[in-house]
Each structure stands twice: as structure tokens, then as C-alpha cells.
């Protein structure tokens, strides 16, 4: 069946550092696809999506990079911040989502 | 402006037990979706709502029943409790289905014994 799996069930990085975190998706017909934060205790919050026409797009500090080829997404965190511990989760048009990989932010 | 406000928080229920979550939005969309989250398995979508007084499954609905009987509000309804309904539970709105991203309520942590 289908699936959308991240690579990472866990990421430690040092504040500053750059961050990527990366998704495997299984449908070459996947059109959309979603990265979500979650905080602990918390619902997940949309950070940045991208439709199978680009293959990169940026935001704040974010940016998702899509590999159609090889069936892949990754997000990029620029200069990661202590609020940006959290778990991630890649969705395939928020009918699939990854398992999540925990960011772990040191000071 | 709250966003989507989900009840209860938390509740503990026995074998068996019937109970119903409720979520509201007050974004005005016509998409909302209940989902559930257990460890090591990511979110699930259970059940969602295109519209008012419309409802269809999703990739786990056994088990759940669910009322979208006012646009704003999205009730999902456990009729005999089982421990493996055991998660937390999310509801999330959209403007659109399927291609638009998700706004999610703090989730009902429900246990099932």
C-alpha cells in the first residue's frame, strides 16, 4: 500500500545549525505534500507545503525540497532555534503521514 | 478568534462505554477530519466532512461514528469503547480537502480500560 516514512525517528543539532529532515513517499502520483510540527502536548502546526510542479519552495527559515525522481521531500531548517524542538511530520495530501523525526535543539 | 477548540481534553472511559468528542471551528470551512495519533504509528485519519450533513471514511473508521450536522461542528462518537481505541485524538479544518494544509485542535487524550 501506500506510504509516506521518514528516515530519522530522532535529530539532535546544535543551536545555528542548519537542520534536514527527510521524507520517503511510495505513489509517484502524489501531487501534495505537507510538513507539520508538533510541540509535546500539543496539535500539529502547518509549516510549508509544495505541489508536485516545484521542486523547491521557501518560507521563513523553511525550506522543502522535492525529488520526484527518487521519491523524496526534505525540509530545511535555517539556523535552528531552541523553540524549534519538536517532532515533524511529512503528509502525502493529509491522507498519509510520516511517523515523525524528534529535533532535538541544543543550547 | 480560537481556531478549533476540541472537548473534552481528557477523559478515561470503560470497556464498553460509549462517548462523544467534539470539535468546533470558527474559521468557516468546509473541511474537517478526525484523526489518531498513537506512538510509532503517525496520525490516521478516521473519519471527514466535505460539507455540511456529509461524512465519509477514512483509512481507519471502524469503531467511530461520526455527525456533521451544523458546518461548525464535527462530532465523532465511540458507541462500545474498546481498549485499542486507546490514542489521542485530533481534529483538524480546511478551506479545501485534501490539497490544503490543516488547522488542528490540542487533541482529546481518551483511555480506554
Known amino acids: 500500500g501506500e506510504s509516506v516514512g521518514l528516515h530519522l525517528p530522532t535529530l539532535s543539532v546544535q543551536e545555528g545549525d542548519n537542520s534536514i529532515i527527510n521524507c520517503a513517499y511510495s505513489?509517484?502520483?502524489?501531487?501534495?505534500f505537507i510538513w507539520y510540527k508538533q510541540e509535546s502536548g500539543k496539535g500539529p502546526q502547518f509549516i510549508i507545503d509544495?505541489?508536485?510542479?516545484?521542486d523547491k519552495r521557501q518560507g521563513q527559515r523553511v525550506t522543502v525540497l522535492l525529488n520526484k525522481t527518487v521519491k523524496h521531500l526534505s525540509l530545511q531548517i535555517a539556523a535552528t532555534q531552541p523553540g524549534d524542538s519538536a517532532v515533524y511530520f511529512c503528509a502525502e495530501k493529509n491522507l498519509i503521514f510520516g511517523k515523525g523525526t524528534k529535533l532535538s535543539v541544543k543550547p | 478568534n480560537a481556531g478549533v477548540t476540541q472537548t473534552p481534553k481528557f477523559r478515561v472511559l470503560k470497556t464498553g462505554q460509549s462517548m462523544t468528542l467534539l470539535c468546533a471551528q470558527d474559521?468557516?470551512?468546509?473541511?474537517m477530519y478526525w484523526y489518531r495519533q498513537d506512538p510509532g504509528m503517525g496520525l490516521r485519519l478516521i473519519h471527514y466532512s466535505v460539507g455540511e450533513g456529509t461524512t465519509a471514511k477514512g483509512e481507519v473508521p471502524d469503531g467511530y461514528n461520526v455527525s456533521r450536522l451544523k458546518k461548525q461542528n464535527f462530532l465523532l462518537g465511540l458507541e462500545s469503547a474498546a481498549p485499542s481505541q486507546t490514542s489521542v485524538y485530533f481534529c483538524?479544518?480546511?478551506?479545501?480537502?485534501?490539497?490544503?494544509?490543516?488547522?488542528f485542535g490540542s487533541g482529546t487524550q481518551l483511555s480506554v480500560l
Open positions: 505513489n509517484s502520483a502524489s501531487d501534495y
Open positions: 483538524a479544518s480546511s478551506y479545501g480537502v485534501m490539497h490544503e494544509k490543516l488547522f
Open positions: 474559521m468557516n470551512h468546509e473541511y
Open positions: 509544495i505541489r508536485s510542479n516545484m
